[in-house]
């Protein structure tokens, strides 16, 4: 059958309690490429103790050595590539549940992606934190949900100060990069029915032309260039992943012309959308 789409995981939500937690046993299977792939409606956090983990991000190869963490956000296609001993810990949340700092602390690392290295000390206090959510996640009724959400905050605190302290060693924080952050967030939420800078600005309520200087000035490309770039993602993922046509991913991602759509993405990929689907396919 032909695919239509890329597959799209849910929490598997028995509890109630927006989560999914579990540990990782070693692994050392290689998977096939990208038969797996798929994205998530929630927000996943991988805390590995050990071993050597690679995985695809939206064709973007992430590699993790030893200890650390890294997270993927809904919508990331993502599949593992290869485990090698690999260990850890799998947390799977409803992004609702994050605070607004915590919201915005992975929505901004999200830009960069990589993974963080994490100390003995970060890294004990991560296992037994996630042990005790796990404990509590089993007898919910006995300690009941308040305690289950405020162990989870717990976990995702220590997450997010991970990848914060990250952030501040990569970004000077400032009302620019605020700014620019904001904007990321509202176009991974809006691009296909939003490709106008203007009404960007006006949902952040400042000026196009302000906007555009900043995040010009933080990312070093201009409003317009992100939301070419974000279409352009969604557009090979579904041309990778799936057996939709041009036409049809056209008209998806909200270009009654296809024709243009076709331009547009020779233009910012250097290749036509087929070239793009038969030379990654092979």
């Not at 810990?89 to 700092?101: C, P, R």
Request: one cysteine or more; charged letters at 25%.
């Amino acid at each position: 059958m032909p695919k239509k789409s890329i597959p799209l995981h849910y929490l598997s939500n028995e509890s109630g309690l927006g989560i999914s937690l579990h540990r990782i046993d070693r692994m050392s299977r290689i998977n096939e490429p990208h038969m797996d792939a798929h994205r998530d409606a929630h927000g996943n956090f991988f805390f590995q103790e050990d071993g050597h983990a690679r995985l695809m991000v939206d064709f973007r190869e992430l590699e993790l050595k030893g200890c650390g963490a890294f997270c993927v956000l809904p919508g990331q296609v993502h599949y593992p590539l290869e485990t090698e001993g690999s260990y850890g810990w799998f947390l799977g949340v409803d992004m609702s549940l994050l605070d607004e700092h915590h919201r915005a602390v992975v929505d901004e690392y999200a830009l960069h992606g990589l993974p963080v290295a994490v100390n003995a000390e970060q890294a004990g206090l991560l296992s037994r934190s996630l042990e005790l959510l796990q404990a509590f996640c089993q007898s919910p009724d006995r300690y009941g949900t308040a305690v289950v959400q405020s162990m989870l905050k717990t976990c995702l605190g220590i997450f997010t100060s991970l990848f914060e302290r990250e952030l501040l060693e990569r970004v000077v924080q400032s009302r620019p990069s605020a700014i620019t952050s904001q904007f990321r967030k509202l176009l991974s939420e809006h691009f296909e029915t939003v490709k106008s800078p203007s009404e960007y600005a006006g949902m952040l309520s400042i000026s196009p032309s302000y906007l555009n200087e900043v995040v010009k000035e933080t990312s070093g490309q201009p409003v317009s260039h992100w939301i070419q770039n974000e279409v352009m993602m969604e557009a090979k993922r579904l041309l990778y992943y799936t057996d939709l046509t041009v036409k049809e991913i056209a008209f998806g991602l909200g270009y009654e012309d296809h024709t243009y759509f076709s331009r547009l993405f020779r233009k910012v990929s250097g290749k036509s959308a087929g070239q793009f689907r038969e030379e990654y396919r092979r």
